[in-house]
């Protein structure tokens, strides 16, 4: 199983980013999806998920409004839209997925929110 995220980066308070996590070495329609981020001295929160589907996806009341979760299963790729960047977004973005009994990570993706 691999996961690696890519499209991070700085951009300025109100600007807009895509991340990416392109998945590997499983059947990626078959699973739930999700977006976790950890900011320094913090603790791993999860951001937004997305069901096999895409059908329904679910969100961190902080992101609600601005941030965009989505799937494209012919692509095994998943991707967060997100706009209204705030200073407090400034964090290493990771795609999850839990096969099973065991949960995979990406390496992360770092997003620095900044003037």
């Known amino acids: 199983v691999q996961l690696v995220e890519s499209g991070g980066g700085l951009v300025q308070p109100g600007g807009s980013l895509r991340l990416s996590c392109a998945a590997s070495?499983?059947?990626?329609?078959?699973?739930?999806m999700s977006w976790y981020r950890q900011a320094p001295g913090k603790g791993r929160e999860l951001v937004a998920s997305?069901?096999?589907?895409?059908?329904?996806?679910t969100y961190a009341d902080s992101v609600k409004g601005r941030f965009t979760i989505s799937r494209d299963n012919a692509k095994n790729t998943v991707y967060l839209q997100m706009s209204s960047l705030k200073p407090d977004d400034t964090a290493m973005y990771y795609c999850?997925?839990?096969?099973?009994?065991?949960?995979?990570w990406g390496q992360g993706t770092q997003v620095t929110v900044s003037s």
């Open positions: 999850k997925v839990r096969l099973l009994i065991s949960t995979y």
């Open positions: 070495g499983f059947t990626f329609s078959n699973y739930l």
């Open positions: 997305i069901t096999r589907a895409g059908s329904t996806t």
